[in-house]
């Protein structure tokens, strides 16, 4: 009479390792990774532009990682360090300071951005006394929360001595802070207490944030408060509700498949 191979009691705990294993990856999988999400960059660089002696060119759009995305060095793949989200413009600047393109300052930079950073370009801003200046940008927060918002400057003591963050759906009046003197200086704006900015992973939210320098003294020529290397960070990523609810059922078919082990298992596991 044919016999039947059996499993002994000893391996299924063991066995019943793989299907545990497996739910945990499963839902380790669909959980908000803590990790550091680079979601907009600005570094005023575009290795496209170029530059012979003599000109400077200062590139306003945002340095951005879009695979399979045709068009330019703002779609390259493999782009660690650019932003995830393009923004909806151009970055805006409004100024009744003079500005032009400067050198720019070796802080706040990312890790391999598609627009490298050789060049280092900023703008600068002189002639600062009464003549505040704002730099804005609007980005789709959908599927990012607690956020950091940061920039490069080289402030001279005579260059913008405030600076004030404002954003849609922020405080009323936003956030001010002393602007830093001297060179490769960085300045942050810790966001992740402002709920309002975080997404839900599936319906899009559009913020602009907003920079106002004020309170210069300088009605010069020279280099005053250069700014460069604006960057929005977020640490958590939102999934879609579909991709949580994918990992969900993926857990209960690896549950209900193992059914009968986890039943032959826990007597024996009672009995000891």
């Known amino acids: 009479m044919r016999k039947f191979k059996t499993c002994r009691m000893r391996t299924l705990p063991f066995r ?7 739910a945990l990856l499963f839902t380790a999988a669909f959980t908000p990774r803590v990790d550091a999400f680079v979601v907009s960059y600005f570094n005023f660089e575009d290795s496209n532009f170029p530059n012979p002696p003599g000109t400077l060119h200062l590139d306003p759009t945002p340095d951005f990682f879009a695979p399979n995305a045709n068009g330019g060095d703002e779609s390259l793949t493999g782009n660690p360090g650019g932003g995830l989200e393009s923004s909806t413009t151009n970055l805006s600047i409004v100024t009744t300071a003079d500005d032009n393109v400067s050198v720019g300052v070796a802080a706040n930079v990312t890790t391999n951005p598609a627009d490298q950073d050789a060049n280092n370009f900023g703008v ?10 704002t730099i804005s940008f609007s980005v789709n927060t959908e599927f990012f929360a607690h956020y950091s918002f940061s920039f490069a400057t080289n402030n001279n003591g005579n260059g913008y001595q405030t600076v004030n963050l404002s954003f849609t759906g922020g405080p009323a009046g936003g956030i001010t802070m002393a602007m ?26 559009f913020v602009t944030f907003t920079l106002t320098f004020t309170n ?10 250069v700014i460069d290397n604006i960057r929005l960070d977020a640490t958590t990523f939102v999934p879609e509700p579909s991709t949580v609810a994918g990992g969900l059922l993926g857990v209960l078919g690896l549950c209900w498949f193992q059914r009968r082990r986890i039943r032959l298992i826990l007597p024996r ?3 000891t």
């Open 269 to 271: 596991l009672r009995r």
């Open 124 to 133: 600068n801003f002189n002639k600062v006394k009464n003549n505040p200046t």
């Open 216 to 225: 210069g003294n300088s009605n010069g020529n020279d280099l005053m408060t």
């Open 180 to 205: 830093p003197q001297g060179p490769a200086q960085t300045v942050t704006f810790d966001l992740t207490s402002f709920t309002s900015l975080d997404g839900d992973g599936m319906t899009p939210h």
């Open 16 to 22: 019943l390792l793989v299907p545990v294993a497996s």
